[in-house]
């Protein structure tokens, strides 16, 4: 039988459960096993999760790494273990520090922050050392040390700073380069500041043209009605090749075709996506010289498993 036509999904996942929670849930909604994420939300932060629906789940690979936005809460007063209010609480700042972290000092720690950086990833993050996730080895006890990484964040900006008992609570709005921690940034904000710092809460707003304002919830979510096909979320995504139903053929058969006039200049390397006149997602394609090379394929229908 056939499942829901492949596609991708944009979800506002809640808080408390994990991403791989959303795809479960989605799998049986779809009516297919082929359901993947394009980046994954901890479970205490909410917001926009992209999920891929059949074929479309090859699509995946180049939404992953398009810039996201976040917004966030800091609390300024102590760490804990995970950078996030999930972790166990570290030694509290003393209230002097605290008290002193008013709205200009709290601007220019963040702005120390700000642009193109290198950060640390939280020791409880997915990044993997030698073949095995931090989070891993933190978990199993082990001293986990992991380098710093350059990552851009091309928006730090302060919101609204709320004093409380002990403690200093900063929302804020994070724009960043994928792989960017906005849990870190809590953490060295509050490491500059002498007050230690953690984030409470977390919400994804966007990623990359994709915003959660047009993402569903789970409760009640009618897949069929709300998935967007591949060639809407590609042209979103990435330069399009307008092709002949002849070329689409051609390129099913793994042939290269020419590269269109206005593609002929496009960078070497750069993923393109090839449109039929029924507007299907045929390929993705990169120039090679005059011509185009599908680098991925995707067929007319997919049956659900």
Not at 32 to 55: C, E, Q, Y
Not at 149 to 157: I, N
Not at 186 to 207: F, N, Q, S
């Amino acid at each position: 039988m056939y499942g829901v036509n492949s596609g991708i999904l944009l979800v506002d996942k809640p808080q408390g459960i994990t991403s791989h929670d959303v795809v479960a849930r989605t799998r049986r909604l779809a009516g297919t096993r082929k359901v993947g994420h394009a980046g994954t939300l901890d479970p205490m932060a909410t917001g926009l999760l992209i999920l891929g629906v059949g074929s479309a789940t090859r699509l995946l690979h180049h939404l992953v790494g398009l810039d996201k936005e976040y917004l966030a809460t800091m609390r300024l007063g102590w760490d804990t273990t995970t950078d996030d209010a999930e972790g166990e609480p570290l030694a509290a700042a003393c209230a002097d520090r605290v008290a002193a972290a008013d709205e200009a000092v709290v601007r220019e720690a963040m702005r120390a922050w700000t642009g193109d950086i290198e950060q640390v990833p939280s020791t409880v993050s997915a990044v993997k050392v030698a073949g095995r996730r931090a989070y891993q080895r933190a978990r199993d006890g082990e001293a986990v040390e992991l380098q710093a990484r350059p990552v851009t964040v091309s928006a730090f900006d302060l919101l609204a700073l709320r004093p409380g008992d002990g403690h200093v609570d900063v929302d804020v709005r994070v724009a960043c380069s994928s792989g960017t921690y906005v849990r870190a940034l809590a953490r060295d904000v509050g490491a500059d500041l002498g007050t230690g710092g953690h984030l409470t809460a977390l919400r994804r707003t966007r990623i990359g043209a994709f915003g959660v304002a047009e993402a569903s919830v789970l409760d009640g979510l009618d897949v069929a009605e709300v998935i967007l096909s591949p060639a809407d979320a590609a042209r979103r995504t990435l330069p399009v090749a307008s092709i002949s139903a002849q070329e689409a053929v051609d390129l099913g058969h793994g042939k290269r075709i020419t590269a269109p006039g206005e593609l002929a200049t496009a960078s070497s390397g750069t993923p393109i996506a090839a449109i039929d006149p029924g507007d299907r997602l045929v390929a993705i394609v990169e120039r090679r010289g005059a011509e185009l090379k599908v680098v991925t394929g995707f067929p007319a229908e997919e049956a659900s498993a």
